[in-house]
């Protein structure tokens, strides 16, 4: 099978690519400028700014699926109605842009990662995809408004989409909370953190388990036209988080029992309420259709990917 990427350079698409690679599919990738990071037998079609219309024609000759896991995650100093424009641009015009001279071109599938975002910020029952989307803030308007048009798209084409909606993704090399998390637990001494008392429930998702569904979907016939949420079997509260994360390297967290409504309201006057609420607050996902539709289970535990993590730590 012929698969191409977008996003491939990141944290996701560099554990993606080593594992088709593995699984010897042939691999192709979009990048702005050419990169050293992968082997040459993964062929680079370099675009360039992918916010200027890029000319995708030549990347899209014999490819069966495209995986595509480019976005924008973060625009800083812009008010909120132009941030929106700006996740836009990549998350929802490129991906459409591509989806659309994919299908013109014969691509038969289309995988959209998206965001469990969309769903929502927090819950209290897990969510699932029968849920009415809710998404809260820019980055997963444009994913959602992404998935919109995916899936008409695919209702006027022969074009099939896939979308997946992650939570929070694990492991070595990890980006944004969960890479400082690995950062606290690395230093030679960790400093304590006023986190002993957060009794909320949290779902993630190993990296190993994610790169294994994606694939699972470039190749199951019945994830044709299907959203799916995806978690980890295991759920933690953040305080049982950073004892897991600590316990992995070898030492024990001090987590001080610290009121939470005490430091939401801290959280608050320094303009970081919206943080304090996600590292509160619950959020499970309901995997069980991913389960019986593709027959697909986790292939790691949370344990078993945090070991990973320190014995990477090792070889380097």
């Given at each position: 099978?012929?698969?191409l990427?977008?996003?491939?350079?990141?944290?996701?698409?560099?554990n993606?690519?080593?594992?088709?690679?593995?699984q010897?599919?042939n691999?192709?990738?979009l990048?702005?400028?050419?990169?050293?990071?992968?082997?040459d037998?993964?062929?680079?079609?370099?675009v360039?700014?992918f916010?200027?219309?890029?000319?995708?024609?030549?990347?899209?000759?014999?490819v069966?699926c495209?995986?595509?896991?480019?976005?924008k995650?973060?625009?800083?100093?812009?008010?909120?109605?132009?941030?929106?424009?700006?996740?836009r641009?990549?998350?929802?015009?490129?991906?459409l842009?591509?989806?659309?001279?994919?299908?013109?071109s014969?691509?038969?599938?289309?995988?959209?990662?998206?965001?469990?975002?969309?769903?929502?910020?927090?819950?209290?029952?897990?969510?699932s995809?029968?849920?009415?989307p809710?998404?809260?803030?820019?980055?997963?308007?444009s994913k959602y408004?992404?998935e919109q048009?995916?899936?008409?798209l695919?209702?006027?084409s022969?074009l099939?989409?896939?979308i997946?909606?992650p939570?929070?993704v694990y492991?070595?090399n990890?980006?944004?909370?969960?890479?400082?998390?690995?950062?606290w637990?690395?230093a030679?001494?960790?400093f304590?953190?006023?986190?002993?008392?957060?009794?909320n429930v949290r779902s993630l998702?190993?990296i190993?388990?994610?790169?294994?569904?994606?694939?699972t979907?470039?190749?199951?016939?019945?994830?044709?036209?299907?959203?799916?949420?995806i978690?980890?079997?295991?759920v933690?509260?953040?305080?049982?988080?950073l004892?897991k994360?600590?316990m992995?390297?070898?030492?024990?967290?001090i987590?001080l029992?610290?009121?939470?409504s005490?430091?939401i309201?801290?959280?608050?006057?320094?303009?970081?309420?919206?943080?304090?609420?996600r590292?509160?607050?619950?959020?499970?996902v309901?995997s069980?259709k991913?389960?019986?539709?593709l027959?697909?289970?986790p292939?790691?535990?949370?344990?078993?990917q945090l070991?990973?993590?320190?014995?990477n730590?090792?070889?380097?």
């Amino acid at each position: 099978m012929k698969v191409l990427l977008t996003g491939a350079t990141g944290f996701i698409g560099q554990n993606l690519v080593a594992e088709l690679i593995y699984q010897k599919f042939n691999v192709s990738i979009l990048v702005r400028q050419k990169t050293n990071l992968f082997p040459d037998t993964v062929k680079q079609f370099i675009v360039g700014d992918f916010g200027s219309s890029p000319d995708f024609s030549a990347s899209l000759a014999g490819v069966d699926c495209i995986i595509y896991l480019a976005g924008k995650a973060h625009v800083l100093g812009k008010t909120r109605g132009s941030v929106l424009r700006d996740f836009r641009k990549i998350n929802t015009e490129l991906t459409l842009n591509l989806a659309k001279k994919a299908a013109v071109s014969g691509v038969k599938r289309f995988i959209f990662l998206s965001s469990i975002g969309v769903n929502g910020n927090q819950n209290y029952q897990s969510f699932s995809e029968t849920d009415i989307p809710n998404p809260q803030e820019p980055y997963a308007i444009s994913k959602y408004e992404a998935e919109q048009g995916l899936l008409k798209l695919a209702k006027n084409s022969s074009l099939e989409v896939v979308i997946i909606r992650p939570p929070l993704v694990y492991g070595n090399n990890a980006p944004g909370n969960f890479g400082r998390l690995i950062q606290w637990a690395r230093a030679k001494i960790i400093f304590p953190l006023p986190l002993g008392a957060v009794n909320n429930v949290r779902s993630l998702i190993a990296i190993d388990n994610l790169v294994n569904f994606i694939i699972t979907c470039a190749l199951h016939p019945k994830a044709a036209n299907e959203i799916f949420l995806i978690s980890d079997e295991d759920v933690v509260s953040t305080t049982e988080l950073l004892n897991k994360v600590a316990m992995a390297f070898n030492k024990k967290a001090i987590l001080l029992p610290v009121p939470v409504s005490l430091m939401i309201a801290v959280a608050k006057i320094l303009g970081r309420e919206a943080d304090a609420v996600r590292l509160f607050s619950s959020l499970t996902v309901d995997s069980s259709k991913a389960r019986i539709l593709l027959n697909w289970r986790p292939i790691t535990t949370m344990s078993r990917q945090l070991s990973k993590i320190k014995a990477n730590e090792k070889i380097i």
